[in-house]
């Protein structure tokens, strides 16, 4: 399959045929620089395509022509800091901007978007920008929409809530940024996501976070998924103040293509896992 020369991963099952995606469904993770998307091949429930661009949306559907082909359905997620969580017995819809004007500096270039997160009685109030919102629903018309927070959250929650005992920590690593998320049992104690230039920068985060929180590095477990590897600066600065550290598993609901045996199962978590929101 051709693709951009940017492409950052591109994993395709030879069983994939991008002239007949009618038994497909599509999943696409957007930011304002990157795109990524799965297929899942809803007849095996198995994924079979995962490819990753450094690029804009509408540079990558001009190089593959084939996306804007009709899938069983499409979701699109929204990839940004930008979010807030408010209790669902608490939500007015009619008032999504004022919830989110209240934590976030105010854009008017962008629009307010929320979803529900109903077994666990929460509303993600988040923004998108309004060119990047059009130029996904032009290339994907009637693509669900959700934030990429909410697909982490509800993942998580569905994958471990009969698994967690006691509090456990989850680190999400994106480009620049990353999710911190705290579960005690089956409720969610805390989520926030912080911008870092550094590996030091995670790190101070982290255990700020988890200081304030009274968590103690030492006994606390914590699950790392996304743009990490063990190989790395930031995985060592990590496991020189928190011990018990492991990789996320790829939720076992799903098959996989041996394509993906290619790239390390904790890579691509949400959009991996955005077929359980709404669920």
């Known amino acids: 399959m051709q693709s951009p020369v940017n492409a950052i991963i591109s994993k395709t099952d030879e069983s994939f045929d991008p002239f007949d995606t009618s038994t497909y469904s599509l999943f696409v993770q957007l930011s304002e620089t990157h795109v990524s998307w799965c297929i899942l091949d809803n007849e095996k429930n198995k ?138 049992g089956k409720q969610l104690n805390y989520y926030n996501a912080f911008h870092f230039q550094a590996p030091t920068d995670l790190i101070y985060y982290v255990i700020f976070v988890m200081e304030q929180l009274t968590l103690n590095p030492e006994e606390t477990e914590v699950v790392l998924m996304g743009n990490i590897i063990k190989e790395s600066e930031l995985y060592d600065l990590l496991y020189r103040y928190i011990r018990n550290i492991e990789f996320v598993n790829r939720n076992a609901a799903f098959k996989y293509s041996y394509v993906f045996n290619e790239i390390p199962a904790h890579y691509f978590y949400p959009l991996l896992n955005l077929r359980l929101c709404g669920l």
Not at 52 to 64: D, G, R
Not at 107 to 125: A, F, H, M
């Open 47 to 184: 994924y079979v395509v995962i490819e990753s661009f450094a690029s804009y949306l509408q540079e990558v559907a001009e190089n593959i022509p084939w996306i804007r082909q009709p899938f069983d359905s499409v979701s699109l997620m929204i990839e940004n800091n930008r979010s807030t969580l408010i209790p669902a017995p608490l939500f007015d819809p009619e008032e999504k901007k004022s919830y989110f004007d209240f934590i976030h500096e105010k854009d008017d270039r962008t629009e307010t978007l929320y979803d529900k997160l109903q077994q666990l009685e929460i509303v993600n109030v988040y923004d998108v920008c309004a060119k990047l919102l059009e130029a996904g629903l032009q290339i994907f018309p009637g693509a669900k929409i959700f934030h990429h927070s909410s697909a982490l959250i509800q993942s998580i929650w569905m994958n471990y809530k009969n698994r967690i005992n006691r509090k456990k920590v989850f680190i999400h690593v994106r480009e620049n940024d990353f999710d911190f998320l705290i579960f005690d």
